[in-house]
């Protein structure tokens, strides 16, 4: 794994990108607000499944592209989001985006960057690009001051 700059890591495997995102969820806290983009393929269900891992959740993470929504219940709720099937914003807002947004779990929702006026001031930006062969390089800009401090914690990046 090669470290750019401290908010900007290339991952070389699957793998790699699970224990990051475990890494990610040890910052979380209730009623935070990830929102994930990047091309089909890139690894965003992945990165919520290391997520999950991370938070405890021990059910199989899969993706919801045909449901937008899976909840997966535990001490922090995670919200899945998946918008890849809506073009707008309303629609989102419509099946209760906000109730779960601003609740106690954690939401994370992959196409954010559709939905970007939605999102809560506060939010982890997580973007996902290919690299070289099963490289990818993934940008995380935070959003908000507890976001800025966590990912200002180079520590986390360094130790993986
Ligand atoms: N460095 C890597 N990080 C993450 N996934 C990788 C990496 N290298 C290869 N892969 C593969 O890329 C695929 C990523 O699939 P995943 O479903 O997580 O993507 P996605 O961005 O959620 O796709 P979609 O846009 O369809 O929701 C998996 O098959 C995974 O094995
Ligand atoms: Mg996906």
Redesign the pocket.
Known sequence: MDIHNKNFII????K??LNLAEKIAKLIKPGDVISIS?E???????FVKGLAKGLGISQIVT?P?FVILKIYHNKIPLYHF?V?RLDKPFQLEDIGFNQFQYADGVTVI?WGNKMKELLAFDHLQVK?DYYEN???KIKFIPHGESWVKKIKNLNLINSI
Not at 11 to 14: A, G, K, L, M, V
Not at 40 to 46: A, E, F, I, M, V
Request: charged content about 35%.
């Open positions: 991952t070389t495997s699957e790699e990108t990047g089909l393929g890139t690894g965003k269900t992945c993706s592209s998946d890849y992959e996902f099963k490289k990818r």
